[in-house]
């Protein structure tokens, strides 16, 4: 794998971001009401497909093929996961989208900051998952290659694009500004490329635990969308239109998985 390669894969998941960013500055406050729990709705079906066929089965195959016992890394590093996103979650100062009470430590932060903290915290598990299915791929060791790795990131693109416009759509309903709508949008995507540069590098080093790291990053994944997206995406009424955006963005993860990196 090339560095343009790598570079182009670690930025393809925050164009996702950007993108929803951009597009939801087109759409007014009603659009953005009626969209927004299909939306999360998809995002959490990528996020799930993602976590099984990209990260916990490569996991255990791993371990099997190593010589180990093929659950426990996946157990391990699942659990792993979920306590690393469940600390960031309980440190980190943000506000959900449908609340009025800030979570984490106090802080001055306004609404904007936090709404944005708190879409960041999704997009942590993305890119170490990114990240991880780079080294793996890079490493020579593992059966992930450049296609698998470029599934993973097209379809945290996909689902980064109604992240980008969950962000930018309600702070452009309130009276925020296109460009600060836009703008707040866009940064909550850049710890993405970020945190999967810090992952190739560390794992990298760490390919002993290869398997563990996977499942991790899938662990944290299903916590974000367990945590945040389902709840958020059934509040009030219309609960089957969200679980709708989750069948299609379930499938379509899958179907990108397995045709490309299969």
Same mark, same amino acid.
Not at 21 to 30: D, N, R, T
């Given at each position: 794998?090339?560095?343009?390669?790598?570079?182009?894969?670690?930025? +393809?998941?925050?164009?996702?971001?950007?993108?929803?960013?951009?597009?939801?500055?087109?759409?007014?406050?009603?659009?953005? =009401?009626?969209?927004?729990?299909?939306?999360?709705?998809?995002?959490?079906?990528?996020?799930?497909?993602?976590?099984?066929?990209?990260?916990?089965?490569?996991?255990?195959?791993?371990?099997?093929?190593?010589? %180990?016992?093929?659950?426990?890394?996946?157990?391990?590093?699942?659990?792993?996961?979920?306590?690393?996103?469940?600390?960031?979650?309980?440190?980190?100062?943000?506000?959900?989208?449908?609340?009025?009470?800030?979570? !984490?430590?106090? =802080? =001055?932060?306004?609404?904007?900051?936090?709404?944005?903290?708190?879409?960041?915290?999704?997009?942590?598990?993305? !890119?170490?998952?990114?990240?991880?299915?780079?080294?793996?791929?890079?490493?020579?060791?593992?059966?992930?290659?450049?296609?698998?790795?470029?599934?993973?990131?097209?379809?945290?693109?996909?689902?980064?694009?109604?992240?980008?416009?969950?962000?930018?759509?309600?702070?452009?309903?309130?009276?925020?500004?296109?460009?600060?709508?836009?703008?707040?949008?866009?940064?909550?995507?850049?710890? /993405?490329?970020?945190?999967?540069?810090?992952?190739?590098?560390?794992?990298?080093?760490? +390919?002993?635990?290869?398997?563990?790291?996977?499942?991790?990053?899938?662990?944290?994944? +299903?916590?974000?969308?367990?945590?945040?997206?389902?709840? /958020?995406?059934?509040?009030?009424?219309?609960?089957?239109?969200?679980?709708?955006?989750?069948?299609?963005?379930?499938?379509?993860?899958?179907?990108?998985?397995?045709?490309?990196? %299969?």
């Amino acid at each position: 794998m090339t560095p343009l390669q790598i570079a182009t894969i670690v930025i +393809i998941p925050f164009c996702g971001t950007v993108l929803g960013s951009a597009s939801a500055l087109l759409l007014g406050e009603k659009t953005a =009401s009626k969209m927004q729990k299909t939306l999360l709705g998809f995002a959490s079906g990528v996020m799930v497909a993602a976590a099984v066929w990209s990260l916990l089965l490569p996991a255990i195959d791993f371990s099997v093929r190593s010589g %180990g016992v093929g659950w426990l890394p996946a157990a391990v590093g699942f659990l792993f996961g979920m306590a690393f996103m469940l600390l960031l979650d309980h440190f980190t100062p943000h506000l959900h989208l449908d609340s009025s009470t800030p979570e !984490g430590m106090p =802080s =001055s932060l306004g609404r904007s900051a936090m709404l944005m903290l708190a879409v960041t915290l999704h997009n942590i598990p993305e !890119g170490m998952a990114v990240g991880v299915v780079v080294a793996g791929a890079l490493s020579g060791q593992t059966d992930l290659g450049v296609a698998a790795a470029i599934a993973l990131a097209a379809g945290m693109a996909l689902q980064n694009v109604p992240e980008g416009a969950i962000i930018s759509l309600p702070l452009r309903a309130q009276g925020a500004s296109r460009l600060k709508s836009f703008g707040y949008g866009a940064l909550s995507g850049i710890v /993405e490329p970020l945190s999967a540069v810090v992952t190739v590098l560390l794992v990298e080093h760490l +390919i002993g635990v290869f398997p563990y790291l996977l499942a991790a990053a899938a662990g944290a994944m +299903i916590y974000v969308v367990i945590e945040e997206l389902i709840p /958020e995406a059934h509040q009030d009424k219309h609960s089957n239109i969200p679980t709708i955006g989750f069948a299609v963005g379930f499938v379509i993860m899958m179907v990108l998985d397995t045709a490309l990196a %299969g």
